[in-house]
């Protein structure tokens, strides 16, 4: 059973899927110079909705005809298996601990046009597998198969898997928890992104009120400046 509610699915009326979808475009016009495939999102620390707006985000791009891979690289604490409801008993730690082709384990979803990798079981060296040549390898296959590619990774501030990502997609956004995470923590996070040369193309700030309409949250956005 799933742990989580994919809102852009079960509510596209929303005022949420709306922000989703208004994100989606901000994304797709965020560099007109290059095409933005393979997007990763981190936060600065634990629980700021980094994984349920992956999976809200992806859901809304798949919804505009695009065909979206989630690979959850979190090797971590996972949750893209808990919030689609699949299995997770192989996924991304085993395409890259026995170089299996990973659209072996590549699972659909109930929204067409959305897969996702799980992580798989949690391996004890996840920076070195993230880090690795099969990644990148991951990482560029699974562009070439799909419009979309949006990367679930840990906060930046606890471990540096994030940073190693980074360098290797097209961009990259961070996700805030608003009234919750710390403000030098998240400019410490941008830092240490942009010190590898990540290409930081906005940030989300998730967990905003609004009491309006019935609905007691909403995100706000901020993608290269757009607001």
Known sequence: MRDYTIVTSANPKSPVSEAFRILRTNIQFANVDQVMKKLLFTS?????????????????????????????????????HKIFGLDNASGLSIT???????????????????????????????????????????????????DM????????IAVTDSSILAQTVNGVVLVLASGEVNKEFALQAKERLEKVGAK?????????????????YYYHYDIEGKN
């Not at 959305?114 to 562009?143: F, W, Y």
């Not at 590619?149 to 930046?156: A, I, N, R």
């Open 200 to 216: 930081i193309i906005g940030t989300v700030l998730n967990k905003v009120e609004m009491k309006s309409k019935g609905y007691n």
């Open 149 to 156: 590619v949006l990367v679930d990774s840990p906060p930046t």
């Open 44 to 80: 600065a620390g634990v629980n700021e909705g980094k994984s349920s707006t992956v999976a809200n985000l992806a859901a809304a791009m798949a919804q505009a005809n695009k065909n979206v891979l989630i690979i959850d690289a979190d090797l971590r604490k996972p949750s893209q």
């Open 96 to 146: 890259l601990i026995e170089d299996v082709p990973f659209m072996k384990y590549v699972q659909k979803t109930e929204q067409i046009g959305l897969d996702v990798l799980t992580s798989g079981p949690i391996p004890p060296n996840p920076a070195e597998l993230l880090g690795s040549k099969r990644m990148k390898q991951v990482l560029m296959l699974s562009a070439e198969i799909y």
